[in-house]
């Protein structure tokens, strides 16, 4: 347990550090493929300069537009009529925003400039747009197939001809031609002659994606949201095509707006003619109905009349308390006159008696019986001298009777007609307000009629002008300009091609590591098992796999160290320097370089002055014997068969006097039984006390089960994990046999790591601390 606590002491790197991004780490891993990063960015702006130099800049055009928002104005309420003021109605700057940006609107513009055809010179490698400069003229007649791009590469002969496609055939200009094209005609435009010789690209795109292109790269946008000035801008690679497009928008859209509007003033005073013939007829009718009101019933003035009514019944009222009065004095004087022996009363007043006889009768007889009674005074009453003026008392009376009889029948007569009048009268003043209220009705709908047909005049005269002289409410503020391209777009594909040249090469990496899945550094083992990593061995091709026979070879300094590294790894594992400590190297599978490892850490062993001997037990794939030459003697199998004596299968290689070699000999099918007897066993306790260290070198353990039953006589196991090779999907299998405990002090050894790096891709400075001690 303290050897793998002293081991993990070495780490770089934390277990608790690993969610942490190592930015370092990262880019450690990416600089090994620093000739991929610079062959991808010359190939990437090696295809940008070109992209440069054929692209042509597009340039920004822009306009700007008034226009008049209704939005902060107070609303005011409106009769219906007044909202016949068509040229004040409200506008809202979004909604025109939407119609700016309108496809009909766009439509119009690109079939009024022609925009789905371009003209192009095409000669040289260069094509360049010559949209007003074009020495001709497509015209359109009838297309049999407008949805598919077409081209006509237009050969300029002379002044009057001109060649099709590179066809032999010549046409003149003017001239009008049916081919699979269609119905067409091709006209001559100014300096011609500068084009004589040569080739102009005609292209026919498809309308509908040319207003649809044109749409997409519109955008009209209000230039601060508490203004109501509205910003028009658009990208075209032509500057004047740009222009005219904006600017054709523009006009457009004003033309469309006053066409609107005389379109709905037309309708308007449509309606309004037709309500005022309506409403004429209507009104003829209504003057009518009162003309024939005031007719039938003798209406001339209402009011007017009531007072004459008044006036009448409070004059025959008068005119009837007047004859009531005379009647009262008739009938008092008949009473008088027919009463006998009243002589001597006085005679009753006839004041109020307008008749000049009657009256003049009374004085006559008052006059008589006041002359009698001064007689009385004198005369007795039987006296024959009162017989004359009794006679004419008499006479008087009989006069008086007969003319208060005619008067009488004269004022019950006029009594009579001032009553008769007097109802008539009332009958009058009772029917006033029902006239009244009848005739109000009448008037009332007459000036309805009449106030309206006054308006709608008013309106139809203010409409008429207004329409002859109709305008759009768009106030331009700046025609469309050409904004130049920033300096930064030039370098727009120099920039995108630096990141694509980094980009492409740093995926292309990242996805290789994603799917190979292998380890690729020290961190993968230690994030995924607890295994203590003992040691790391990095890949240098060398002509002998035995690094110390390349020690004249400056680039097997560090290999060697590192093999240094491990034998020391191994003593510390072995503190108590016990006598044949038994190490098994082995690994998950094949090729992962346990021979090379078991190999020359039994020749660094040997160098230290250690007695070391190195089984071959991977009879399956032998290597160790072929590495040192050794020829095809008996081995393990030999001796745990019987065929051979221990003594009789160790073998020594050359050059090395401490290390011997037991060859794992010929192949025979029940090695592994052989094994799992005593022989193997006692071979080892045979073999301890002359050694110091005894390797083993085992077949892969996730293919072939030789290891576990070798690992329960071993005292140490090697597991060798190779860089680039072993899957990270065995570190699991790994743990599980750390976990388990199925190999005797399990460590693992790192091989094959890049050159000049270690685990966690630092470079190792072993080469120059050679180096300096070659110096």
């Known amino acids: 347990m303290a050897a793998k606590q002293f081991i993990n002491t070495g780490a770089r790197q934390k277990k608790g550090d690993n969610d942490a991004i190592n930015f370092r780490e990262i880019l450690i891993t990416y600089s090994r493929y620093w000739w991929l990063f610079l062959i991808s960015v010359v190939i990437a ?46 506008k809202v700057v979004e909604n025109e925003i939407e119609i700016l940006k309108s496809r009909q609107l766009v439509k119009r513009v690109a079939e009024h400039l022609q925009l789905w ?3 192009k010179s095409a000669d040289g490698f260069k094509k360049d747009e010559l949209y007003h400069n074009s020495p001709v003229r497509f015209k359109a007649l009838r297309l049999y197939d407008a949805m598919t791009t077409q081209k006509l590469d237009v050969h300029i002969i002379d002044a009057k001809t001109y060649s099709i496609n590179q066809q032999s055939g010549k046409h003149r200009f003017g001239e009008t031609i049916s081919d699979s094209l269609g119905i067409w005609t091709l006209t001559r435009s100014l300096g011609l002659t500068n084009f004589i ?20 790269s519109l955008n009209v946008a209000l230039i601060e949201k508490m203004t109501s000035v509205i910003e028009i801008s658009l990208n075209d690679q032509v500057p004047e095509r740009g222009e005219d497009f904006v600017n054709n928008l523009i006009y457009f859209y004003n033309q ?104 003049s009768l009374v004085q006559k007889l008052s006059d008589l019986q006041l002359k009698r009674t001064e007689m009385l005074g004198n005369t007795p009453a039987g006296n024959p001298a009162f017989e004359p003026i009794n006679k004419q008392i008499a006479s008087v009376k009989q006069a008086i009777k007969e003319n208060i009889r005619n008067i009488k029948s004269n004022l019950v007569a006029a009594r009579n007609q001032v009553q008769s009048y007097k109802a008539h009268v009332q009958s009058s003043i009772q029917s006033v307000p029902g006239h009244e209220k009848q005739l109000g009705n009448l008037n009332r709908q007459q000036s309805v009629k009449e106030n309206l047909y006054t308006y709608l005049l008013q309106k139809r005269e203010e409409i008429s002008l207004r329409y002859a002289s109709a305008m759009h409410d768009a106030r331009m503020v700046d025609m469309a300009y050409t904004v130049p391209p920033s300096a930064t777009k030039k370098y727009t594909p120099f920039l995108i091609a630096l990141l694509m040249g980094l980009v492409l090469p740093g995926g292309y990496i990242y996805g290789k590591d994603i799917v190979k899945n292998n380890i690729t550094k020290r961190r993968d083992i230690e994030d995924a098992t607890e295994v203590p990593l003992l040691a790391e061995i990095s890949y240098v091709k060398l002509p002998s796999e035995i690094v110390l026979n390349n020690e004249k070879n400056k680039f097997s300094f560090t290999l060697i160290e590192q093999f240094r590294h491990l034998r020391t790894q191994l003593n510390f594992l072995n503190p108590a320097g016990q006598k044949g400590f038994v190490t098994m190297i082995t690994s998950s599978l094949s090729n992962e370089g346990k021979s090379f490892v078991s190999t020359n850490l039994a020749v660094s062993l040997a160098k230290a002055g250690k007695r070391v001997i190195l089984l071959e037990m991977d009879i399956y794939k032998p290597k160790i014997s072929a590495m040192f030459n050794l020829p095809g003697s008996k081995g393990l199998s030999d001796y745990l068969s019987g065929r051979a004596t221990p003594k009789s299968v160790v073998q020594q290689p050359a050059g090395y006097p401490e290390l011997d070699i037991i060859g794992c000999g010929e192949f025979i099918d029940n090695f592994s039984e052989l094994l799992d007897q005593n022989k193997f066993k006692e071979l080892l306790e045979e073999l301890k006390p002359e050694y110091d260290y005894i390797l083993v070198d085992t ?20 597991f060798v994990v190779r860089y680039n090779h072993t899957s990270k999907s065995l570190l699991p299998f790994i743990q599980k046999l750390y976990t388990e405990e199925m190999l005797p002090n399990m460590n693992i050894v790192f091989n094959g790591l890049a050159e000049g790096r270690d685990g966690e891709g630092y470079k190792y400075e072993t080469y120059y601390y050679n180096k300096k001690a070659q110096v």
């Open 256 to 359: 469309g707006e006053v066409a609107q509007k005389n379109n709905i003033t037309k309708s308007t005073l449509s309606f309004i003619d037709k309500r005022l013939d309506s409403l004429r007829g209507e009104l003829n009718i209504a003057e009518t109905k009162v003309a024939g009101y005031r007719s039938g019933n003798g209406i001339t003035d209402v009011n007017a009349q009531s007072q004459i009514y008044l006036q009448d019944a409070q004059s025959n009222s008068a005119k009837l308390n007047d004859i009531n009065v005379q009647l009262n004095v008739i009938n008092n004087l008949e009473s008088y006159v027919n009463t006998p022996g009243n002589s001597d009363q006085n005679v009753p007043s006839t004041m109020g008696i307008s008749d000049p006889g009657l009256v």
């Open 45 to 90: 702006m090696i295809i940008a300069f070109i992209f440069h130099k054929l692209q042509k800049p597009v340039y920004t055009i822009k306009a700007s537009l008034e226009m008049e928002d209704s939005k902060d104005k107070p609303s005011e309420e409106k009769s219906a009529l007044q909202q016949l003021d068509l040229f004040s109605a409200p």
């Open 197 to 216: 010789g040569k080739t102009i690209q005609i292209t026919l795109g498809n309308p509908e994606a040319t207003v649809t292109a044109y749409q997409k």
């Open 699 to 718: 077949p892969p353990v996730h293919s072939i089960n030789d290891a576990y039953i070798v690992a329960a006589s071993c005292d140490v196991t090697l």
């Open 117 to 119: 055809i371009s003209y």
